[in-house]
């Protein structure tokens, strides 16, 4: 079973930007749909976007839609996710997970064993 790899945390001050980086390993990213979720001290995680095989994108917290844009790059094996005026409330652990399709309920991916080790964003001045 392979496993993706996150990278691109780290500390931004409120306002700030970051693109957080996922590869993998043992697998290729571009034969599955790659999601982000992020899960905050104490809180449950939660699901942030998703992207298919073919592009399509979905969006599971819309209130971070305008402000976070999932992208591929199958050539470099890559997916990322750009986030832009970072706020407090979005500092977490950013996980990458991989499936046969986007699934917004995390537990899915518990089944797939689809989790990484995560990525550190901290927004503070």
């Known amino acids: 079973q392979g496993h993706t790899v996150e990278s691109g945390g780290g500390l931004v001050e409120p306002g700030g930007s970051l693109r957080l980086t996922c590869t993998s390993s043992?697998?290729?990213?571009?034969?599955?749909?790659v999601a982000w979720f992020r899960q905050a001290p104490g809180k449950d995680r939660e699901g942030v976007s998703c992207?298919?095989?073919?592009?399509?994108?979905?969006h599971y917290t819309g209130l971070l839609k305008s402000r976070f844009t999932i992208s591929r790059d199958d050539a470099k094996n890559t997916v990322y996710l750009q986030m832009t005026n970072l706020q407090r409330d979005d500092a977490a652990v950013y996980y990458c997970?991989?499936?046969?399709?986007?699934?917004?309920?995390?537990?899915?991916?518990?089944?797939?064993?689809?989790w990484g080790q995560g990525t550190l964003v901290t927004v503070s001045s």
């Open positions: 992207m298919r095989k073919n592009g399509d994108r979905e």
């Open positions: 997970v991989f499936g046969p399709d986007c699934y917004k309920d995390s537990r899915t991916y518990d089944v797939l064993d689809a």
């Open positions: 043992g697998f290729r990213l571009a034969d599955y749909a």
